[in-house]
């Protein structure tokens, strides 16, 4: 049911900038991107989202192609903390009203190598 | 001060008996959440509740039951559970289901195993 398609695994050097992809080529107008975490045995961990516009927090950064076809999640200086799996969503209407959930997917499991 | 806290974090039973996972969230949301992930690490959502009423019931089997006393704690009931109950499920909180700019606080799980 997942409306993304990611990589199952990437691997990232540590310091380097790790840049893990997505691709959401059904998604609607009105519905926003969405990445998280999940390290080990933890809960899911929010990252960033957005619409239409390119996004930075003080985690990452988030680039949106101009048809929103696709993202791309950038971690400008992995460290071996950041191994994790990366989750990308597109908000899905569930009824009628305004209530959503998230459909999630696989996501990527990156590793940060020393 | 942890934001979305779920009791137990293990709980081994057997087959057909009946347990309870607890959650409470003090983040003053609106909205709670369970998921659960199963071996193959997907994760769906089961219930939803906003203000202590249902809003999302997904294709769970009737053995399941969740509760919400108030919009700070819900709490999720299995009854008769059997082999294929075995998962770790997630409370999660945010500030409502029509707030786009409200992220899910995800608490850290609790791993059910049946035997």
């Known amino acids: 049911d997942a409306k993304t398609t990611q990589p199952p695994s990437m691997d990232c050097a540590e310091g380097r900038a790790a840049n893990l992809p997505c691709n959401h080529s059904?998604?609607?107008?009105?519905?926003?991107v969405y990445w998280y975490r999940q390290i080990h045995s933890q809960g899911p961990q929010y990252i960033i989202h957005?619409?239409?516009?390119?996004e930075t927090n003080e985690m990452a950064s988030l680039i949106i192609t101009e048809d929103r076809k696709s993202s791309t999640l950038i971690l400008p200086h992995a460290t071996l903390r950041d191994t994790a799996v990366y989750y990308c969503?597109?908000?899905?209407?569930?009824?009628?009203?305004?209530?959503?959930?998230?459909?999630w997917g696989l996501g990527t499991s990156l590793a940060v190598n020393p | 001060d942890t934001a979305v806290s779920q009791t137990p974090k293990y709980l081994v039973t057997q087959m057909g008996n009946d347990k309870s996972i607890k959650c409470e969230q003090n983040l003053g949301h609106d909205t709670m959440y369970w998921y659960k992930q199963d071996s193959k690490k997907f994760l769906k959502i089961m219930f939803s509740?906003?203000?202590?009423?249902?809003?999302i019931n997904e294709t769970v089997p009737n053995r399941f039951s969740p509760k919400s006393p108030d919009k700070a704690h819900l709490n999720l009931h299995i009854n008769s559970l059997e082999l294929g109950d075995s998962a770790v499920y997630f409370c999660?909180?945010?500030?409502?289901?029509?707030?786009?700019?409200?992220?899910?606080?995800f608490g850290n799980g609790t791993r059910l195993t049946v035997t």
């Open positions: 509740y906003n203000n202590k009423e249902l809003i």
């Open positions: 969503i597109v908000r899905a209407l569930y009824n009628a009203g305004n209530n959503r959930k998230l459909i």
């Open positions: 059904t998604i609607s107008g009105n519905e926003y």
């Open positions: 957005g619409l239409k516009n390119n």
């Open positions: 999660a909180s945010n500030k409502g289901p029509s707030s786009y700019n409200s992220p899910l606080h």
